[in-house]
């Protein structure tokens, strides 16, 4: 006899579902928060330099320190603390939580937040708890500080600014948090770069916080690389879960070329956040829709027919994320990622002529 899924998969698992990828061929592309401008040529040309010597036939130093070295200049990592590299902040996320994952362990976030931090935890057998967020998707303090006193969390994440909402949270408020935290405070800054806010700089003063970060939103979402900063002495930890060789050898020495020309992405994102702000003042004036404030590359709308937006817009050639069910917080929402000026007008000229054909 053969086993069924069933008879060998947990009954956990088999009741998630898998993290929602969007089919986008042949549609504009703005559901995934990615930075939709190129490299310029020349820069592309060095980096097709370095692929041409690499020795791809080699496993990657599991150390990377050129890779290192270099995100500790640009990203000003304080001397007193430690990197550690993931393939995308999602295994950075799951490392974290292996760490401390076991009968008793709890993880916590606000609610609604990134997917990936319950759906970790509920692969690693922790516990999970979600503090729901303010109806104006603020941070209720004093909810998550009960919060954490009747469930003592292992590891609180915590999105600045946050997904899918698109917010920074009081930082007073993210103080008294991490003041009142039995356990690690990860601070998840995936969109720092439009936000320009940071608790980096502040890592010295905070012992039991992690900041992580993505390079996927700067512009090198196809590259598959996060990395955390906190003491050395968390991220000693931390690196004995860590899968061996997990960060290529292609990623590493072209995101280290790239991140050379760090002033480029920043360029970039510069013309994101202008675009955004066009678009946040267009939107805020259309009947029937809430814009909410954001200062991420995305803005979350709450419309009167989320599905039906949704379908009108990919009926026109463009995909959006359609929010609806996911929370109780995000009924009738759909959130959109900017893109390039022209991506934008596509986008909203879709918009429009769907809310007009609902109305």
């Not at 009142?180 to 995936?190: H, T, Y």
């Amino acid at each position: 006899m053969s086993a069924s899924p069933s008879q060998v998969i947990r009954a956990d698992i088999r009741a998630m579902s898998a993290y929602p990828v969007q089919h986008a061929e042949g549609l504009v592309k703005l559901d995934a928060m990615e930075n939709p401008h190129h490299l310029p040529s020349w820069l592309c040309d060095e980096v097709a330099g370095v692929i041409r010597s690499a020795e791809i036939n080699r496993y990657p130093d599991p150390e990377a320190p050129a890779l290192k070295k270099r995100l500790r200049e640009v990203m000003s990592v304080p001397d007193d603390c430690e990197l550690i590299l993931g393939n995308g902040s999602d295994e950075i996320i799951a490392m974290m939580i292996n760490s401390v994952a076991g009968p008793e362990a709890v993880i916590m976030s606000i609610s609604p937040t990134f997917v990936m931090f319950k759906m970790s935890a509920v692969i690693a057998r922790a516990g999970y708890v979600g503090v729901p967020l303010n109806a104006d998707f603020s941070l209720d303090v004093d909810r998550v500080i009960a919060a954490m006193s009747e469930h003592r969390p292992a590891i609180l994440f915590i999105a600045y600014p946050n997904n899918p909402t698109g917010n920074l949270f009081d930082e007073t408020a993210l103080h008294r948090v991490i003041e009142s935290a039995p356990g690690l405070v990860v601070i998840d800054e995936a969109y720092n770069v439009f936000a320009r806010q940071s608790f980096m700089p502040k890592l010295p003063d905070y012992p039991n916080v992690v900041v992580m970060r993505t390079l996927s939103k700067l512009g090198l979402a196809g590259l598959r690389l996060g990395y955390a900063a906190a003491k050395p002495e968390w991220i000693r930890e931390f690196d004995k879960v860590r899968g061996p060789y997990n960060v290529g050898v292609l990623t590493q020495l072209i995101a280290e070329k790239i991140l050379g020309h760090h002033h480029v992405l920043e360029e970039q994102a510069g013309e994101i956040v202008g675009e955004r702000e066009k678009m946040a003042r267009a939107l805020q004036g259309m009947p029937g829709v809430v814009a909410y404030p954001s200062v991420a590359n995305f803005i979350l709308l709450r419309v009167a027919d989320a599905q039906a937006v949704h379908a009108g817009l990919i009926s026109r050639g463009v995909l959006v994320r359609n929010l609806h069910g996911s929370h109780a917080l995000l009924d009738s929402c759909v959130r959109f990622t900017v893109g390039t000026r022209a991506e934008n007008q596509i986008l909203m000229n879709a918009f429009a002529q769907t809310l007009e054909s609902l109305a």
